[in-house]
């Protein structure tokens, strides 16, 4: 198999604010974001050689189509292809844009991750799926099937998995572009409100609007835009069944997409577990972060807990996990949250994060896993001199 | 001979203390509970699990007949009798028949199932009663209404009871009723009907029946009536002239309430319980007129002639904690939260044997049975060889969440997944429990259930009950 490893670069970067966005439009942070990282990465919208656009929810103007990014940036005569994988359908649209650059059909291509769920009645997510079977599901319940089990073989407790959220709302209060900026006491995530048992409300994500993008273009060009690119070292995605739930084979203890993409990426790269510096994970729901660090290969199944107890995954820890606060912390618009992370890696190897910034990164890693356990893209990502 | 072979009784495990009702309204309320059909429950669920209780001990391919019967059934259009048969995987070469309009209703059912066996128009019929009868609130009935259902075996091995006579009387009476108009069944002047309909009526069939085969009063063993209250059970009892507290089969009522036309079919369950062979049990429905089987006890009949037993049916009761769960669970108050979805007919139809039939895929190569029906093996990833293969209804959670983001009409909702014995994965909602008996490891049992009611067109499926 051929590596896309050192082949595309990142060369510019741009996301907005994330939160409660109901003065913008989904054009709006489009918009915001695609020029944030035109200009991040000195290009002219002309430059742009082909576009992908990482969103969930059908489009209200745009559908399910190209279109969607197309007509708010007027990015006319090329190609626009629209990606939607679940959650992580932002990573998705990264890894095709790379795809495009590595197979030389392209020399510049923009990404852009949008998602606006606070337009939607409800709760932001509609419903989907069949109309008897596993009617009755809701996202933190279909996590929570998994952490109960896993509570179960492990002894797990929810005193760990507050301690999570603790850590990610940390972070994200040091973000300026996170949606809940205020840090939280691990008596206030185990007094809230319950959603799905084990998860209370603090152990689970919000639903959120924002947008995020990238440019990415041939390695042996980067230097023409700018000095501190970052390159792509592997992308890979890998699925399992959409209905893990009636799988009698499935042990519920971890994600196995996750945990095949996570070799292919390595491989791709040439690189260990061990060598990643810092990790932007899928943490939807508290226990999804435990769970993640082990599928990644840094801790062993059945160890999350530990090293979250330990301290390991903080900032300061020797594995820092979604410095940028996360999906807990910062939000989860689920098509930009790929492409956000994206975000986070860069501005992290170019050193650029402030109070959470981790100390001297060289790689750096994003993770998204949706279904649960369906469908997941890691990306590594790794300074030039990596 | 022709007779019964079998017999289910199904209660439904919710209870509404009469307390709260004379908590509710003021006024006085007869001690005791009413049984309640869960709010996933109807007329039409109550007799699937009936007729599976009923059914555990024959294979379904050997019944051709199912009859039916209840004045509450969830449709005014739409036949229960072939819904009940093709979730209790009946064959579809089958006889089928609601049977409606009183009370009467069940034994109705039962006499028609006799003669169609006895006819050889039928080998063996399954009559199924249930009824969960609304109440306006405030009403006299509102206390005495109660949900059950039973299912009864007719075939030419009369394993539990022969069926000897019948006799019948039809006249128009007006005394209970529902019009299309009506939330609730109305009655009339209680003291008149009782004594100008109901005992007339009563005491002739049963007189005639047991005249005309020579059954004495003295010899009569069991009488097992519908009612419309236990207190007319007795007058009846007198009226025939038989022994109420050694012969009249006691009421069930202060425990579960009076149940429609399951009732007479209930009183019988108790009676081959108490029989021994040779015994004369006569069982009598009143509405509009009235009508009366007697039968003699087999060899069959017994202590554990009934699945599961009419006290074990009754076992493990919950209660409702408070009146106004009992307004929202049978959708007298409030809105159902549950956003409406109208589930295609066509998808219904694709997938009935995987859906309502409960059939998942074998896998000829690797022997993985799994759900829902595969088109490639997900353990071996054979395209060949995979056959259907009806899955068991018992099993133990796997793992499982109480969710209380769901949108049901009860909060929270446990969400289950379940290894099923001899194979299979189901993941469904947990219903007729209490939040701690979800857990990992715990067995249950897969019930038939109102799942949604989009476009008023009601769909079924399977949830998980504590077994």
Known sequence: ?386 | MVGISSIGVYVPRSRLDRALIAKAWGGKQPAGEKAVAFYDEDALTLAVAAAHRCLEDFDALQIDGLFFASTSSPYREKQVASVVATACDLPREILTADFAGSVRAGVSALSAAVRAVQSGQARRVLVVAADCRPAEPESDLEGVLGDAAVAVVVDGKARLAEFVASAAVAEEFTFQWRSNESSGVQSQDARFSVSHGYLRDMAEVIGRVMNEQGVGSGELAALAVGTPDARTAQQLAKEVGIDAKTRLVPSLAAQIGVTGSPDPLLQLASAVERSKDGDAIVVAAFGEGAEALLFRAAAGAGVSAVRPGVQAALDRPLALPTYEKYLKYRRILGQDETPVELVSNVLEARELQQDTRLYGTRCGECGLVQYPMARVCLQCKARQGLEPVKLKKKGKIFTYTVDHLAANLDHPMGMVVVDLEAGGRVYVQMTDCTADEVKIGAPVELTFRRLHAGGDNYNYFWKARPQ
């Open chain 1, 1 to 386: 198999m051929n590596s896309i490893r050192d082949k595309v670069a990142v060369i510019g970067v741009g996301c907005t604010k994330f939160g409660d966005l109901y003065d913008m439009t989904y054009e709006d942070q489009v918009c915001e974001a695609a020029f944030e990282a035109y200009a991040d990465a000195n290009v002219d919208p002309s430059e742009i050689d082909a576009a992908y656009i990482g969103t969930y929810l059908p489009h209200a103007q745009g559908g399910k189509a190209g279109i969607s990014l197309a007509d708010p940036l007027r990015l006319y005569d090329r190609p626009v292809t629209r990606v939607e994988n679940f959650c992580a359908t932002g990573t998705d649209a990264f890894r095709n844009a790379c795809l495009a650059i590595a197979s030389g059909q392209h020399d510049i291509v923009l990404v852009v991750g949008s998602e606006k769920l606070k337009d939607r009645p409800g709760r932001g997510i509609p419903r989907i799926g069949h109309q008897i079977l596993a009617k009755g599901n809701t996202a933190p319940g279909l996590f929570a099937l998994a952490a109960n089990r896993y509570m179960h073989e492990f002894g797990l407790t929810r005193e760990t998995l507050a301690k999570v959220a603790v850590k990610n709302h940390w972070n994200g209060a040091r973000n300026p572009l996170s949606h809940l900026k205020m840090e939280v006491t691990e008596e206030q995530v185990l007094n809230a409100p319950m959603i799905a048992w084990p998860f209370g409300l603090f152990d689970c994500c919000p639903t959120t609007d924002g947008g995020a993008a990238a440019i990415v273009c041939r390695a042996d060009i980067a230097k023409r835009f700018r000095d501190d690119y970052v390159l792509v070292k592997g992308a890979a995605l890998a699925v399992a069944t959409g209905r893990p739930y009636f799988d009698p084979t499935f042990d519920y203890v971890g994600f196995r997409s996750t945990q095949a993409a996570a070799r292919n990426a390595y491989q791709q790269a040439g690189v260990e577990p061990s060598d990643i510096d810092l990790a932007e994970v899928h943490d939807c729901f508290t226990w999804t972060e435990i769970s993640n660090i082990e599928d990644l290969g840094f801790a062993k199944k059945g160890e999350g807990g530990r090293w979250v107890e330990e301290g390991r995954t903080r900032v300061d820890g020797d594995k820092p996990i979604n410095p940028s606060g996360g999906l807990k912390s910062f939000g989860h618009p689920i098509g930009a949250s790929g492409v956000r992370m994206i975000y986070e890696c860069v501005q992290q190897l170019r050193g650029k994060c402030g109070e959470r910034q981790v100390k001297d990164p060289e790689l750096a890693l994003a993770h998204n896993v949706g279904g649960p356990g369906a469908v997941s893209c890691v990306v590594v990502l790794g300074r030039q001199d990596a």
